[in-house]
């Protein structure tokens, strides 16, 4: 399985301000995907961030308040812009090599707003 | 979209006995289905997955089910211990790692001494 680092481990930040989240991968991989579990809850896909192109947003998540980011096929950033409180959550990048394989995921980023 | 409900939300069983967890999904066309463990602090583990071509697949004392035709599918954990307490969530999708996956609300599961 591949090992999946991500940055940083935790944080607190001030509302109104943004917090970007590097995800990196200790080897190619097909796929990558940014999750956010609410405190206490489930995980919600964001999006699937595409190498070289425009990520793929779900229903309910745009571009200007998570921007991503994923220049080659091991590394990808998340942007939580303009943060609310409602925004606090943990963030956790996943990665799938494709073909109908497994889906892994990292440690998370803990986000609290203030 | 995919909907996927996930049975019971917490689940408490004495050490050494058997504990089972249920999911169902709505998509016809998702065809792969992992479970997840998440310890406190750490990112979903991937315990065990099934693929619709295939009814029952086991792992030492972790087995998954699935019944394409009922969509649903079942964790069996047998023999627990307390390092199985944890909170475990199933999830669905069309192409395995290749697609987002649709989660549960997930289980959390206390072992008791």
């Known amino acids: 399985s591949a090992v999946i680092s991500q940055k940083p481990s935790r944080d607190i930040c001030q509302r109104g301000t943004s917090l970007t989240i590097q995800c990196q991968v200790d080897s190619q991989v097909t796929m990558m995907f940014w999750y956010r579990q609410q405190p206490g809850q489930s995980l919600t896909l964001i999006a699937t961030?595409?190498?070289?192109?425009?990520?793929?947003?779900e229903s309910g998540f745009v571009i200007d308040k998570f921007p991503i980011s994923r220049p080659n096929l091991t590394f990808s950033t998340l942007t939580v812009s303009n943060m609310s409180p409602e925004d606090s959550s943990i963030y956790l990048c996943?990665?799938?090599?494709?073909?109908?394989?497994?889906?892994?995921f990292g440690q998370g980023t803990r986000l609290t707003v203030v | 979209g995919e909907n996927v409900e996930q049975h019971p939300s917490t689940l408490s069983v004495q050490e050494g006995d058997s504990a089972v967890i249920k999911c169902t999904y709505s998509?016809?066309?998702?065809?792969?289905f992992p479970w997840y463990k998440q310890e406190l602090g750490k990112g979903p583990q991937l315990i065990i997955d099934?693929?619709?071509?295939?009814g029952e697949k086991k792992d030492q004392r972790i087995a998954v089910t699935l019944n394409k035709t009922a969509k649903h599918f079942s964790l069996h954990i047998t023999e627990t211990q307390p390092e199985d307490s944890a909170v475990y969530f199933c999830?669905?999708?069309?192409?395995?790692?290749?697609?987002?996956?649709?989660f549960g609300k997930g289980t959390h599961l206390i072992i008791q001494p």
């Open positions: 099934i693929r619709s071509n295939v």
């Open positions: 996943s990665v799938g090599t494709g073909g109908g394989t497994e889906a892994f």
């Open positions: 998509d016809s066309a998702s065809n792969y």
């Open positions: 961030a595409n190498q070289g192109s425009e990520a793929t947003y």
């Open positions: 999830a669905a999708s069309e192409g395995g790692g290749a697609d987002g996956l649709t």
